[in-house]
């Protein structure tokens, strides 16, 4: 089987900034997803800062929550992929 690859990249389309994650099967198995060989693509952007309060220093300010988000969106292309290799 191909391996299944994801690349991470800067996301254009956010205004607070974030991460364009792409999957795909790297078909010549040289190791980094060639245009051809990607298969999804999705922005994960990050929140808007918060204001600080509610009893917690770093309210809407953590890159936690956009990394959780990120690990997510990973794992459904990855499960997507994997599950279109096996039709």
Same mark, same amino acid.
Request: net charge negative; aromatic share 2%.
């Given at each position: 089987? @191909?391996? @299944?690859?994801?690349?991470?990249?800067? *996301?254009? &389309? =956010?205004?607070?900034?974030?991460?364009?994650?792409?999957?795909? *099967? +790297?078909?010549?198995? +040289?190791?980094?997803?060639?245009?051809?060989?990607? @298969? +999804?693509?999705?922005?994960? =952007?990050?929140?808007?800062? &918060?204001? +600080?309060?509610? &009893? =917690?220093?770093?309210?809407?300010? @953590?890159?936690?929550? &956009?990394?959780?988000?990120?690990?997510?969106?990973?794992?459904? *292309?990855? /499960? /997507?992929?994997? /599950?279109?290799?096996?039709?």
């Amino acid at each position: 089987p @191909t391996p @299944t690859l994801f690349e991470v990249g800067q *996301a254009l &389309g =956010c205004p607070s900034g974030g991460v364009l994650i792409s999957t795909g *099967a +790297d078909s010549n198995g +040289d190791g980094v997803l060639s245009e051809d060989e990607v @298969t +999804d693509t999705q922005e994960v =952007c990050n929140g808007q800062a &918060g204001v +600080d309060g509610g &009893g =917690c220093s770093q309210s809407g300010n @953590t890159p936690l929550g &956009g990394f959780i988000l990120a690990m997510a969106v990973l794992m459904l *292309a990855l /499960r /997507r992929s994997h /599950r279109s290799e096996q039709v």
